[in-house]
């Protein structure tokens, strides 16, 4: 079930819509692997209440870059992509911490 609107409230006149964003702190660090290939990790997004795959998704997109989401709730980018990342997540109404 992709489709969270259980109420039938339109997605744009739902109160608690991004509510919890406010209190999380979303941590942007950067880590290097094997052959000196760099990753951007971006943990702290709560994954009961935002749906962790479309946020990845717009990233990628944004970046243009692979990635994936590890353990369900931390997300690799491939490559430096620290502001870039910071920049989407703040527009998206997240408090970002660089790390």
Known sequence: M??????????ELQPWEGFDRNNEVVKISVDKRRYGKVVTL????????????????????????????????????QGDHRETARAQLESMGFKVQMV
């Open 42 to 77: 971006i943990e702290g997004i709560d994954p009961k209440v935002e749906d962790i795959n479309e946020i990845a998704k717009s990233l990628k997109k944004k970046v243009a870059s692979g990635g994936t989401v590890k353990d369900g709730k931390i997300i690799e980018l």
């Open 2 to 11: 992709k489709d969270k609107n259980f109420t039938g409230i339109p997605k």
